[in-house]
């Protein structure tokens, strides 16, 4: 029984998403609007640069200063840690 109830869930959810999409309007992507002054496109280099570039240097200089601001390493250089130390039995 499990296995009609994922086949009627799944064909459902097909469908309707299939009727969503036939219905839907392609939101009037090439009509222009009254005062619609769209600039210069982007090239492949400036888009790759803005959308990949951009984030992947932001990354690396968080990651950057979170390594060189990190003062956990300082604390456990002086703590007990380092120091082995036998129990007697």
């Keep these: 029984m499990d296995k009609k109830n994922a086949l009627r869930a799944g064909a ?15 939101a009037l992507a090439l009509t222009r609007d009254d005062g619609d002054d769209p600039g210069t ?13 951009v984030p992947l240097a ?10 060189v601001l990190d003062k956990s390493r300082a604390k456990q250089q002086g703590t007990s840690r380092n120091i082995n130390v ?3 039995a």
């Design 12 to 26: 459902l959810a097909a469908g309707t998403t299939l009727m969503m999409l036939l219905m839907s309007s392609p």
């Design 41 to 53: 496109g982007l090239s492949v280099i400036q888009t790759l640069g803005l959308f990949v570039g």
């Design 58 to 67: 932001l990354f690396v200089i968080i990651a950057g200063l979170v390594v």
């Design 86 to 88: 036998k129990a007697k």
